[in-house]
């Protein structure tokens, strides 16, 4: 299986630029997407093929990487962005990260 | 809008099976592979598996093959997954989600919360 790693947990001002980064353990091309979860919620899409903005996500995300190495972004950070943030691949079957906890200060 | 709709909450005994649905609308339900996804409390999203509305055919991941049975009824445009032999471990939360063209999932259930208790 290809291992997707990410840091656990993060915590940023609201205003304040925040990357979460997720490492591959093999590559994948371009075939990374990221996930907004919020407690008690379903995932929701917030970036496909790596930089590609999901229908009805704010502008503030955004994506990038390739290979092993991706970044996902979110520019000003605002209070409601509090959740936890997944990448996923989807070039050898599907896997997910662990996970990353954005907390706001 | 794509609106994937879950059946309710399961308690379930071990070694017992359960069957979860997924109603979809809004889209063509057989343009669109389904796929489920299981989270465990405090823990990531895992795969298991996938089913083409349009003729049945499934793909399994390997560690769910002889747990997860997914079909698909085109005329009520739903989507079922069966889980068999129940132990603790499949306790968890499990979804049903659209997927897209280049792997993402656009479109997840509300998902089923199962719980395997004596």
């Known amino acids: 299986d290809t291992v997707l790693t990410q840091s656990p947990a993060l915590a940023v001002s609201p205003g304040e630029r925040v990357s979460i980064s997720c490492r591959a353990s093999?590559?994948?091309?371009?075939?990374m997407h990221w996930y907004q979860q919020k407690p008690g919620q379903q995932p929701k899409l917030l970036i496909y093929?790596?930089?590609n903005l999901a229908s009805g996500v704010p502008a503030r995300f955004s994506g990038s990487g390739s290979g092993t190495d991706f970044t996902l972004t979110i520019d000003p950070v605002e209070a409601d962005d509090t959740a936890t943030y997944f990448c996923?691949?989807?070039?050898?079957?599907?896997?997910f990260g662990a996970g990353t906890k954005l907390e706001l200060k | 809008e794509v609106l994937l709709q879950q059946s309710g909450a399961e308690l379930v005994r071990p070694g017992s099976s359960v069957k979860i649905s997924c109603k979809a609308s809004?889209?063509?339900?057989?343009?669109?592979?389904m796929h489920w996804v299981k989270q465990r409390p405090e823990q990531g999203l895992v795969w298991i598996g996938r089913i083409n509305p349009a003729n049945g055919n499934t793909v399994y991941a390997e560690k769910f093959k002889s747990k997860a049975t997914l079909t698909a009824d085109k005329s009520s445009n739903t989507a079922y997954m069966q889980l068999s032999s129940l132990t603790s471990e499949d306790t968890a939360t499990y979804f049903c989600?659209?997927?897209?063209?280049?792997?993402?999932?656009?479109?997840w259930g509300q998902g089923v919360m199962v719980t395997v208790s004596s």
């Open positions: 093999e590559g994948v091309n371009s075939y």
């Open positions: 093929k790596a930089s």
């Open positions: 996923q691949q989807s070039w050898n079957d599907y896997t």
């Open positions: 989600t659209r997927r897209i063209t280049w792997g993402g999932f656009d479109g």
């Open positions: 809004g889209y063509t339900f057989t343009d669109y592979y």
